[in-house]
Every structure is written in C-alpha cells, then in structure tokens.
C-alpha cells in the first residue's frame, strides 16, 4: 500500500506542476493573490495557536492527533510550493501522517493542510477563552472560503485532500473547471 500511495503521490506532483507551468499568467496571478489571503490566513491561525500554547500541548501528547492524518494535502498546497518555485518536503507513506517528522509538522505552517491548520485540541481552546475560541472560528470560516474558492475553479481541489480527490479524477485535468469537465 506505501507502494502505491507513493507513486499516485509522484504522479500527482508531476501532473499538477506540467499544468500548473501550462496556465496562463491571468489564471497563475488568480492563483497568487487567492494564496497571498490563505497565506495570511494560515499564519494568524497559527500565532492563535501559539498564543493557546499549541507548542505545549502538542509536546505533551507528541503529536497524537497527527498521527492520526491521512493524506489531507491539498491541490491548494501544492499549489503554494509550485507557485514559489518550491517542492514539497519528502512524502513518508509508512507514517501515518506523511509530512510527519520526528520533531512534528515538517510543513511550515503557512502551507499546512486546511484539515490540519485548523485543528486545535480542547486543551488548545480552553487555553484561548471565549474570545480566541470566536477568533478561532472567524479565522476558520474566512480560511474555508478561501480553499473553496479553489473547490469551485479546480476539479483536482477539495478539502479532503490531493490524493483522495485524485481517485476520482480517473485520468482527467486537476486544474480544470469542473463544471466543464467533472460531474460531482
């Protein structure tokens, strides 16, 4: 199975960045300015996270909750280290999470997963109080439009991830309009 999720994954990556490089600057500026809003997005999401001492509570219990993530990478992710000229870090199938590194999260936060930027324990939101709890959930509501931004241009998006969404394509365009060329 490691196998076989890592070459859908290498498959993936060289699909979506030859179409990435194909667009035209109008749709490559689209995709900019949408990520320059998830990009701040992401980090203030993330100081909310440290200001309710995430670091602390995630050295406490090692990670446990993302050692539970599966393949919540998205289109919009990839889509960020394409855009900066970048590759994403090496994908460890044999880990539950695959960008999980021994010291944690090897993604930086900015270009963590929807699923994951947004994942906060009770002891995270107790920290935080009633206020940072309804800035959390500001912060979250305005970061979900964006990727669904993405969801309505791309058939390759959805907030379940890049691979998942990758089954269903069956060979067509990730980076498509999908009304035009996928039924959901």
């Not at 490691?2 to 990435?20: N, P, R």
């Amino acid at each position: 199975m490691t196998e076989a999720l890592a070459s859908q994954w290498q498959t993936c990556l060289q699909t979506v960045a030859a179409e990435y490089t194909g667009l035209e600057q109008e749709e490559k500026d689209w995709i900019a300015s949408e990520l320059s809003h998830i990009t701040r997005l992401q980090r203030q999401l993330d100081a909310l996270f440290r200001r309710g001492r995430g670091p602390d509570f995630c050295r406490k219990c090692q990670g446990a909750c993302c050692d539970q993530g599966k393949n919540h990478f998205t289109l919009v992710n990839l889509l960020a280290f394409l855009g900066a000229g970048d590759e994403p870090p090496f994908a460890d199938f044999s880990r539950p999470c695959p960008f999980l590194g021994p010291d944690g999260c090897r993604l930086e936060a900015t270009r963590r997963p929807f699923n994951c930027i947004t994942f906060v324990c009770e002891g995270i939101l107790d920290s935080l109080g009633e206020a940072g709890y309804d800035e959390f959930r500001q912060l979250e509501g305005k970061l979900r439009r964006r990727y669904l931004s993405f969801d309505r241009r791309y058939a390759g998006s959805s907030l379940r991830g890049l691979l998942i969404r990758s089954s269903s394509l069956a060979g067509r365009p990730y980076l498509v309009f999908p009304s035009v060329h996928l039924h959901r």
